[in-house]
Structure formats: structure tokens, C-alpha cells
């Protein structure tokens, strides 16, 4: 099975994201969404009420499975993800496959996920949402702003 280079995904994606949700509450979210070489990356992350600081982020990657893959070469490969990815507890994580692409989804707080080496963060850097929301769509990453 092909290297998914989740880590990598994760880490641009996560410099592309912060934006959506649906509501009418007042915890600012983001949602964003895209697509690069047959792989799917969905970010939901939820900001501190002044929009400054992320709090939490739930992610789901969708990862082609290349046609005559075996059942096996499938279930060892979500073996692997769950290792790598599933085995702290302070993450909620759910590997499946979904008719021909494997989905990875990973949420928690954001320390939780930097510490874990999920995610990569520069506290220097400026993290607001609307910062975070510019650099997401300059990546190419569709995105959408909302209160729940």
C-alpha cells in the first residue's frame, strides 16, 4: 500500500485550515476542506471566544486505496494508522474504510495533538482565525467561518 505521508498532510493542511461549523452559539469555528493527489483532508478546529487562540481540532483524512489492493495489505495498513495514530488517549481516533479510500480521524485539543506529534504549531506565529483562515485559502483550502 502507498505511503499516505499523513504526517506531512496534517501539517500543511493544518497551516491551510481554520474555519466553519454550523450554530448560532458563540465559540467561533472554522471548517476547511481539500483535495491533492487523491487525498481528502477535512479540518473542523474551534478558536477562544476573542478568535486569538485555537482550542481544539478534529480532522479527517481520506486516503485513496490504488485498485488491486489486497484485503490484507488494507487491514495492515489500518493496523499501522491505529499504532501510530490511536494509541493516546487523550485522542479520539477512528480508522475505517470507506468503499475505496481508508478514513483517518483524529480530534482533541490542540496541545494534546502537538504533543503528540500530530500537528505542528509556532506559538510565535500568528494563529487568529482570520490569519489562520487567509493562509488556508491561499493554499487552496475551502473554507467557511460560523459560531456554535
Known amino acids: 500500500m502507498k505511503n499516505f505521508k499523513l504526517y506531512a498532510i496534517l501539517s500543511l493542511c493544518f497551516g491551510m485550515l481554520f474555519l466553519t461549523g454550523c450554530g448560532g452559539g458563540d ?3 472554522v471548517t476547511c476542506s481539500m ?4 487525498q481528502k ?3 473542523k478546529i474551534t478558536y477562544d471566544k476573542e478568535e486569538k487562540n485555537p482550542q481544539s481540532v478534529e480532522m479527517t483524512v481520506s486516503v485513496e486505496i490504488p485498485d488491486g489492493t ?3 495489505d488494507i487491514e495492515n495498513a489500518k493496523e499501522a494508522v491505529e499504532v501510530m495514530y ?9 480508522v475505517k474504510q470507506n468503499g475505496n479510500s481508508l478514513d483517518i480521524t ?4 490542540l496541545d494534546d ?7 505542528q504549531f ?4 500568528d494563529s487568529s482565525l482570520e490569519a489562520l483562515l487567509k493562509e488556508a485559502e491561499e493554499e487552496g483550502a475551502k473554507c467557511t467561518k460560523s459560531y456554535e
Open 70 to 72: 489486497s484485503k490484507e
Open 35 to 38: 483535495e491533492e493527489n487523491g
Open 106 to 109: 483524529l480530534a482533541g485539543d
Open 86 to 94: 490511536c494509541s493516546n488517549d487523550d485522542i479520539k481516533c477512528n
Open 122 to 125: 509556532d506559538e510565535d506565529e
Open 113 to 119: 495533538l502537538v504533543d503528540a506529534g500530530m500537528l
Open 41 to 43: 483532508a477535512t479540518f
Open 27 to 29: 465559540t467561533p469555528t
